[in-house]
């Protein structure tokens, strides 16, 4: 006899298997007869038994002969179709009937991987159980444009990734092009997550929420549309100036992220420094949140997109100049010219900096007490930028607050470095 003591135990989780799947099909199975009774729906062709006897045929098969398993397959397929044929039902649904068949063959799977078979059996089991909130989720909660984004962001991430080089290429071997590619996957997650908060909260959550989550993607642009806000709803501006000041704290977060992903001795470097700018910053923001409450019941607008791919391109764009600029001004003058790279890169991004500044330090090119200066000097001229945008798009009013929290935060930072 093939099926000895041994095989028991995988026959058990073969028969459990079954339970499981055939348990969740008899139940949707009632349902659709009591449908059907109402004249609506068909019932579906297999229920808690059939699926029993197809996962232990499944097992059996696979014990006396794989070649036999095959066969089962084949037959049960064929029956399947049959029935599926005979039940003249207008609107037919395969998922039983893929279900039964899959079926089969995790109970031939049970005899060799038992702990993987009951996984896949139990993830089948969650996704036939939960088809309305599924089908809600995908028809109703998300938009085509989210639904798009996600594909993007899948395809970057198990697609692209894989296949991108994992070297130092270019001028002065500054770039590595999978660091690159993770930064661009990096901002659009953060971009998703932060639709994701904006689609749950809404506007219960109100700006200084929307603030600290836009921040994540751009604190700069942030800072801008909240000053747009002003200019269009002045009785706004405590609200506006909380959700400017928490994307700040934003940037101070994300930069720690980054560091941490990249070169973790750098972040403890900075450890200090970018401790004391978030605890001073954040305190800042929420005495002027607390000061704006009543303005939290404010409608926000339709958040847009999960992310914008030509932004996490563009950042990878200027990552990649910043990174060669950076390794030839280091090679050129040595520590004095990676500090002027760093103040022009922050213009416009603290975050290209940082990350030029911590592969650098990644490769041996840059000791770890070097690279910490340049970073703190790209995010003061990055703060100095976020003024002059406040300044710009919100007013004299609106830059004085917004543009007090940035220098008591920079402030902080320097004297953090100069104190540790």
């Known amino acids: 006899m093939i099926i000895d003591s041994a095989h028991w135990i995988n026959l058990a989780v073969a028969l459990g298997i079954g339970l499981l799947i055939g348990s969740e099909r008899e139940r949707r199975k009632a349902a659709a007869g009591e449908r059907r009774k109402d004249g609506a729906g068909s019932s579906t062709v ?3 038994r059939t699926f029993t006897i197809a996962s232990l045929l499944g097992a059996v098969s696979t014990a006396i002969d794989p070649w036999l398993l095959m066969v089962s397959i084949i037959c049960v397929t064929v029956f399947v179709t049959a029935a599926t044929f005979v039940s003249n039902d207008d609107n037919p649904s395969l998922t039983t009937e893929v279900s039964l068949i899959f079926t089969v063959i995790l109970g031939g799977l049970a005899m060799s991987e038992a702990g993987l078979a009951v996984s896949l059996a139990v993830a089948v089991a969650i996704l036939l159980a939960a088809k309305e909130p599924i089908h809600w989720f995908v028809r109703g909660a998300i938009t085509k ?17 894989p296949v991108v080089p994992n070297e130092l290429i270019g001028p002065f071997n500054a770039i590595n092009p999978r660091n690159l590619w993770l930064i661009v996957i990096l901002v659009m997650f953060i971009g998703a997550l932060s639709h994701l908060a904006l689609r749950l909260f809404g506007s219960k959550a109100g700006l200084p929420v929307v603030g600290l989550i836009s921040g994540f993607i ?28 928490l994307s700040c704290l934003a940037t101070v977060l994300q930069l720690s992220l ?3 992903a990249i070169h973790p001795p750098t972040l403890y470097a900075l450890a200090g420094p970018l401790v004391f700018a978030g605890v001073t910053i954040s305190i800042y923001g929420f005495v002027v949140t607390m000061s704006s409450l009543h303005q939290n019941g404010v409608e926000m607008s339709n958040p847009g997109r999960s992310f914008s791919v030509k932004t996490a391109l563009m950042l990878a764009v200027v990552i990649a100049l ?9 090679t050129w003058f040595g520590q004095a010219g990676l500090i002027v790279a760093s103040g022009v890169a922050g213009l416009a991004d603290a975050h290209a900096a940082t990350i030029s500044v911590a592969s650098l330090a990644l490769a041996g090119k840059l000791a770890v007490a070097d690279a910490a200066v340049p970073i703190l000097v790209a995010f003061s001229v990055n703060a100095s930028s976020k003024m002059i945008v406040a300044a710009i798009t919100g007013g004299r009013e609106f ?17 953090a470095w100069w104190v540790f």
């Open 46 to 48: 297999a229920g808690i």
């Open 145 to 161: 444009d989210e639904m798009n984004d996600f594909f993007i962001l899948a395809a970057a991430t198990l697609i692209v990734l």
């Open 218 to 245: 751009s604190s700069i642009a942030t800072i801008g549309a909240m000053g747009t806000r002003v200019r269009k709803t002045p009785e706004l501006m405590g609200a506006s100036v909380a959700g400017a000041t």
């Open 258 to 260: 980054l560091l941490a």
């Open 322 to 330: 910043a990174l060669m600029v950076s390794a030839a001004l280091k």
């Open 399 to 415: 830059a004085r607050q917004v543009s007090l929290g940035i220098i008591i935060q920079v402030a902080s930072i320097w004297i």
